[in-house]
């Protein structure tokens, strides 16, 4: 499956974006999904994950409260992005792995099969 990320930007301290996840030619409705970020020198880290049905979903302690993933059609996967911080300033990349569960999540870049080619998101101070 083929990811699009979209919706990076600009945005001062405490201002808000919302990044999109859209498969090209194939429905994410048998995938569950994972946005994770990786800034200058850093390890790609974990941010947020969503199960294949929606209902369940998981946050990174440093933004949990903050950001919100979501599952807004059958290809389209959103991560809302509020009251942004100088140290949120990453490359934001969408993931999706095939899920037999429709509850289960996943945290580790290593459990992602299909990778987006990333959207930066820079948070000025």
């Known amino acids: 499956v083929q990811l699009q990320a979209s919706g990076g930007g600009l945005v001062q301290t405490g201002g808000s974006l919302r990044l999109s996840c859209a498969a090209s030619?194939?429905?994410?409705?048998?995938?569950?999904m994972g946005w994770f970020r990786q800034a200058p020198g850093k390890e790609r880290e974990f941010v947020a994950a969503?199960?294949?049905?929606?209902?369940?979903t998981y946050y990174d302690d440093s933004v949990k409260g903050r950001f919100t993933i979501s599952r807004d059609n059958s290809n389209t996967v959103s991560l809302q992005m509020n009251s942004l911080k100088f140290e949120d300033t990453a490359v934001y990349y969408c993931?999706?792995?095939?899920?037999?569960?429709?509850?289960?999540?996943?945290?580790?870049?290593?459990?992602?099969?299909?990778w987006g080619q990333g959207t930066q998101v820079t948070v000025s101070s």
């Open positions: 030619a194939r429905t994410l409705s048998s995938y569950a």
């Open positions: 993931a999706a792995r095939p899920a037999p569960s429709r509850t289960g999540v996943r945290t580790t870049a290593t459990q992602y099969d299909y």
């Open positions: 969503i199960s294949r049905s929606g209902g369940s």
